[in-house]
């Protein structure tokens, strides 16, 4: 067979292949439910029947608007022949790795291989090679690296002509949602478990001094104090499976961030007045934002709070007000400040997660349970804000949460000296003496 025979039997196989492939990838998404091409044999012929030509047909073959659907498309295609030979691949499957140098991938091979001696499609996971393209993630979620890619090959048969399709699809955000989800259960049960732990220890104390007062007294409290803890996980855990789906709150109410932010530091005061640690502030601002005061009570309590556990006796905590324009909207940017050890810049990414610690045996000492800045996290995103974080060990840390300005004018003198919108306002410090 000459070879205009084989590029026209290659080029059939492109268009049935890659438009079967289209389609179930748009439809299914290449999960385990994805169904065989030739299902789709009653709509192929109609995705390739001549219809009448429009304007835009006149100046674009179908040859060329299928090229362009295939190159934007997020799954790789690559077709390749009986003898290993490649006939066609798309840029995404050189992306995830499937093709290198021209050549299908040794593993993908094996399946496609698979496919072309018996017949039968196969779907397999392929985990790109390190030191590839495929470390670098797709545009659908960038920056990440791409650990699993979801693979299905089919056969396409012109006469004696065969090929097999490989179709791949980025499976790293299942990948690492599943892992979420395992740390998560596992580090709840680990949690709670260490309390539980304790609680029965301490009751068999109890019970073996039963004549002792002073024991009766200390291991009681001890029994208290991990009852606490126990019960502060709990209310968080209930708090953050509420937060989570990171949709805007439906009932927004006007709230005060003067009267935020002291409020907060009223009720840090003890905390930090035992710790030794000095609360500041700047000057009132007059500023307002629309939500949900008892959340954004929550999320400051937690950095506050985070702040004075991990910042030395004689240092000092601030909290600053700021109007700032992110994005042509202006917001307000509440900063907590400490002066303590600092995060290390590998742990910074990872301070939000759920359980996350950096100091396992402080947080404990400290009544932490892991769960305060995944909080803050969730209520900034539900708010339609940020919590950014800026840290350099031995020198401290600045936790911001950035809220959406209130909308409505206010009439009040503080609101009438409202700073402009776009800048960065500075306020002195002032010491918090209740």
């Known amino acids: 067979m000459t070879a205009f025979v084989v590029a026209g039997v290659a080029l059939l196989a492109l268009l049935i292949g890659a438009t079967a492939g289209w389609l179930v990838g748009r439809r299914a998404n290449l999960s385990p439910s994805i169904e065989p091409a030739e299902t789709l044999a009653p709509v192929i012929p109609t995705v390739l029947q001549p219809t009448p030509p429009s304007p835009a047909a006149t100046r674009m073959t179908r040859a060329m608007l299928l090229d362009l659907i295939i190159e934007g498309s997020e799954t790789g295609i690559a077709v390749v022949d009986d003898v290993r ?75 004696d002509e065969h090929y097999a399709v490989v179709y791949g699809h980025d499976d790293s955000e299942n990948i690492r949602v ?43 409290e001890r029994v208290r104090i991990e009852s606490v803890r126990m019960g502060n996980m709990v209310s968080e855990l209930i708090a953050l499976s509420r937060l989570q789906g990171a949709e805007r709150l439906p009932d927004l109410e006007d709230v005060e961030v003067d009267v935020l932010i002291d409020e907060v530091l009223d009720r840090a005061q003890i905390n930090a007045e035992a710790a030794g640690i000095k609360l500041t502030t700047d000057e009132d601002s007059g500023l307002h934002v629309d939500g949900d005061h008892t959340l954004l009570l929550t999320a400051l309590n937690n950095l506050v709070a985070n702040a004075i556990a991990y910042s030395p006796s004689g240092t000092a905590v601030s909290m600053s007000r700021r109007v700032v324009n992110v994005d042509g909207r202006p917001m307000v940017a509440i900063a907590v400040t400490d002066r303590g050890i600092g995060i290390a810049p590998q742990h910074q990414l990872r301070v939000f997660e759920r359980f996350f610690r950096i100091d396992k045996a ?67 410090e002032r010491e918090l003496s209740r």
């Open 85 to 159: 030979d490649v006939v066609f691949y798309n840029e995404q499957a050189v992306h995830l790795g499937m093709v290198r140098d021209h050549l299908l991938d040794d593993s993908v091979w094996e399946h496609a291989r698979f496919t072309l001696e018996s017949g039968d499609n196969g779907r397999f996971t392929f985990v790109p090679p390190q030191g590839t393209g495929a470390f670098v993630s797709t545009g659908r979620a960038p920056g990440r690296k791409i650990q699993s890619v979801s693979c299905l090959s089919e056969l396409i048969a012109d006469g």
């Open 178 to 220: 599943e892992e979420t989800r395992r740390d998560f259960v596992a580090n709840v049960s680990h949690e709670l478990k260490t309390p539980v732990a304790a609680i029965g220890l301490l009751a068999e104390a109890l019970l073996e001094s039963s004549d002792d007062p002073y024991s009766v007294e200390h291991f009681g």
């Open 362 to 428: 402080r947080s404990r000492a400290t009544g932490g349970t892991g769960l305060g800045l995944a909080i803050v996290k969730h209520v900034a995103s539900n708010h339609g804000g940020a919590i950014e974080l800026w840290s350099k060990p031995g020198t401290g840390s600045t936790f911001t949460l950035t809220i959406p300005l209130a909308a409505a004018p206010r009439s009040t003198d503080a609101a009438a000296r409202e700073p402009d919108k776009t800048a960065i306002v500075v306020h002195e």
